[in-house]
T-cell receptor, first 113, second 114 residues
Framework: AQSVTQLDSQVPVFEEAPVELRCNYS??????LFWYVQYPNQGLQLLLK??????LVKGINGFEAEFNKSQTSFHLRKPSVHISDTAEYFC???????????FGTGTRLTVIP | DAGITQSPRHKVTETGTPVTLRCHQTENHRYMYWYRQDPGHGLRLIHYSYGVKDTDKGEVSDGYSVSRSKTEDFLLTLESATSSQTSVYFC?????????????FGPGTRLTVT
């Protein structure tokens, strides 16, 4: 079985400061990893994904994430946040070869002017 | 943006009434999914479809049924709505031949059961 833990339900950060949103997963098989963003009253949009290869993955809007297999983590980072980054962020995993996504409970990022 | 629409976008209904939500895609993707989103739970899979007339249950399928008679449409039915089914419902699509099988989401339907 797979599970995803997002350790912080809310993260406030000042504008232009760096941010890290944490994600840990549990799985008995190899997985693909995803980060999605949800802006208020909208659906989810893919930020980035890790399938294989380089463990540092770059996504849209200046976000990046690093896959750490030994720590079963896939933390999301941005060196300098903008007001427009205020949103909810979801980490998700799927076993390789499967079709179901398993989501974490989300982290609400609030950027303070 | 992936061509996914959901209807209605908002609905208020009474306990015990049947409700059907529709998801329509223009991408010709084989897989379609229904999720519900609730505070503190993230998104949870209700049902999914891997082709016309081919469906399977997800994590929280009790009280829900689905149908897929055409590639482009995936219907979610609450046979007798309950207050615990008040939620935001998202449809998603994916094409499994693409590595990683990333999913694309619709705009959501906010359902309130009074």
């Amino acid at each position: 079985a797979q599970s995803v833990t997002q350790l912080d339900s809310q993260v406030p950060v000042f504008e232009e400061a760096p941010v890290e949103l944490r994600c840990n997963y549990s799985s008995s098989v190899s997985v693909y990893l995803f980060w999605y963003v949800q802006y208020p009253n909208q659906g989810l949009q893919l930020l980035l994904k890790y399938l294989s290869g380089s463990t540092l993955v770059k996504g849209i809007n200046g976000f990046e994430a690093e896959f750490n297999k030994s720590q079963t983590s896939f933390h999301l980072r941005k060196p300098s946040v903008h007001i427009s980054d205020t949103a909810e962020y979801f980490c998700a995993v799927t076993p390789t070869g499967a079709n179901n996504l398993f989501f974490g409970t989300g982290t609400r990022l609030t950027v303070i002017p | 943006d992936a061509g996914i629409t959901q209807s209605p976008r908002h609905k208020v209904t009474e306990t015990g009434t049947p409700v059907t939500l529709r998801c329509h895609q223009t991408e010709n993707h084989r897989y379609m999914y229904w999720y519900r989103q609730d505070p503190g739970h993230g998104l949870r899979l209700i049902h999914y479809s891997y082709g016309v007339k081919d469906t399977d249950k997800g994590e929280v399928s009790d009280g829900y049924s689905v149908s897929r008679s055409k590639t482009e449409d995936f219907l979610l039915t609450l046979e007798s709505a309950t207050s615990s089914q008040t939620s935001v419902y998202f449809c998603a699509i994916s094409e499994p031949n693409r590595q990683g099988n990333e999913q694309y989401f619709g705009p959501g339907t906010r359902l309130t059961v009074t």
